[in-house]
């Protein structure tokens, strides 16, 4: 969920933080050439905000969480059987408004996930949503307004009708660095549970499994408050019931991929320590971070707490409190089935998809490893904006998933002139086959040329 989007902002260093912000209104990338884009059989017009680029359109009609056999589909149906009495999204455009993915969900006019060089804009109102939060009023909105065209679209509908209870699972899209953890399409669950006064005295959350020994010293007080329209005592019922539902999904999951992963002779991971840490979030109050030590490190799983009431008031749901939390599914899956690089997951290779099976948790098996292929590329910045993003963009286009990842390895100012310069190493290697040095000089040309023509670099 949105959680998900300030918990990596939370953590970046911040020297990039502040980069974030300065560059935050704006962009290097040039104004889209063409007057209309296509995204998924529909048409939009573009302007100066667009910067979509053709790698990232042609992931929106991937659908990995459709094909049953991928590890991301695994994973999601798994997470959805968790949930019985929740109905299911899976198939909600990526396309959404800057209200659906910001305004909605409280987000500040210059917030840095705004901008577009952390965002990928299909004009200045339209963009890839960033994450699956951005239906979260849309969904809420349907429940109560009966709307069955998208109600029509929930599986498990009739457990939550009006959806009170809902899970979306979707590709979320963003601009990031290259690298074996990071990729600019990726996938999130997002869940919200509500209830009314009666309700919520009523709800039993399901037991805690054995195998949960719970770490839990957070504190609901000034630093992690209650919301002025609610009680401290319906707080703590909303809260109990969330992060029992929580220890228990995750508990379960990991004790199947410990099974799965048990070496002969090995004796599989039996209990799964949870602990619990206060966290910020401006949709969620209180708020927190879930933690779960599984192999020997403490993995978070998850950012989740309180909505905010306004969030179900606006939506027409005054009367009803709930929990919602978010988390990517990609850092889960590559863990669960041992899987070493992202860009694995969008591999069309069949010794990769041939290693899965519906419904189970496999280790997954390497099928190649090709040497990699080192390029450098050194540059004086244009006198206008540049940022790190754009780069790792234009890349992206040029090579595809044939770049590992791509990384500075060199900053300098001339003391001088003052004309600052950057180096970047690009390997090349590709997952499933051998590329020679000739095909990657030719793609390394590609890049230089348009590095110079896209933002007006110095080439040294």
């Known amino acids: 969920m949105a959680m998900s989007l300030l918990m990596g902002l939370r953590r970046l260093p911040g020297r990039q933080l502040q980069m974030s912000a300065r560059w935050r209104m704006y962009s290097s990338a040039k104004k889209h050439d063409t007057p209309v884009m296509e995204v998924l059989g529909s048409r939009y017009a573009t302007d100066e905000w667009t910067n979509a680029t053709p790698a990232i359109l042609d992931k929106t009609g991937r659908n990995l969480l459709h094909q049953e056999s991928h590890p ?118 997002e869940g919200v549970c509500t209830f009314t006064h009666d309700e919520l005295r009523r709800a039993q959350a399901p037991e805690l499994p054995n195998a949960t020994q719970l770490t839990d010293s957070t504190v609901i007080g000034a630093s992690n408050p209650v919301q002025a329209e609610h009680s401290a005592e319906d707080v703590a019922l909303v809260a109990a019931h969330m992060k029992r539902t929580m220890n228990n999904m995750v508990t379960r999951i990991l004790a199947r991929a410990a099974e799965a992963q048990r070496g002969e002779g090995e004796t599989a991971q039996r209990e799964f320590p949870v602990r619990w840490i206060d966290a910020y979030f401006p949709f969620t109050s209180p708020s927190w971070e879930m933690e779960v030590l599984f192999r020997g490190e403490w993995l978070e799983i998850c950012g989740c707490g309180v909505m905010k009431q306004s969030i179900l008031d606006d939506a027409g749901m005054r009367g009803r409190i709930g929990w919602a939390f978010g988390f990517g599914l990609e850092r889960l899956a590559m863990l669960l089935f041992g899987i070493p690089d992202i860009r694995l997951f969008w591999s069309t290779d069949p010794r990769f998809a041939a290693q899965f099976a519906p419904g189970q948790i496999s280790p997954f098996r390497p099928f190649s490893r090709h040497p990699p292929c080192p390029k450098d590329v050194s540059f004086w910045l244009p006198d206008g904006p540049f940022h790190e993003n754009d780069l790792m963009d234009l890349v992206r286009d040029v090579a595809g998933d044939l770049v590992e990842d791509v990384c500075l390895v060199d900053s300098f100012t001339h003391p001088k002139t003052g004309r600052a310069s950057r180096c970047y190493r690009i390997n090349y290697c590709s997952m499933d086959r051998n590329v020679t040095n000739t095909e990657i000089n030719e793609i390394q040309d590609r890049v230089r040329e348009r590095l110079v023509n896209q933002f007006g670099v110095t080439l040294r």
């Open 72 to 189: 991301l589909a695994i994973l999601k149906n798994l997470i959805f059987r968790e949930f019985p009495d929740f109905a299911y999204y899976d198939a909600l455009n990526p396309v959404v408004t800057t209200y659906q993915n910001f305004d909605s969900l409280g987000f500040a006019k210059d917030h840095p996930g705004r901008a577009r060089t952390d965002t990928y804009y299909v004009n200045e109102s339209t963009l890839l949503r960033t994450h699956t939060s951005a239906h979260q009023r849309q969904l809420l909105e349907a429940g109560v307004a009966g709307d069955t065209h998208l109600l029509a679209q929930a599986k498990n509908r009739l457990a939550a009708p009006n959806n009170e209870r809902f899970l979306v699972a979707a590709d979320v899209y963003r601009r990031d660095e290259i690298d074996a953890s990071h990729y600019p399409a990726f996938h999130q669950m």
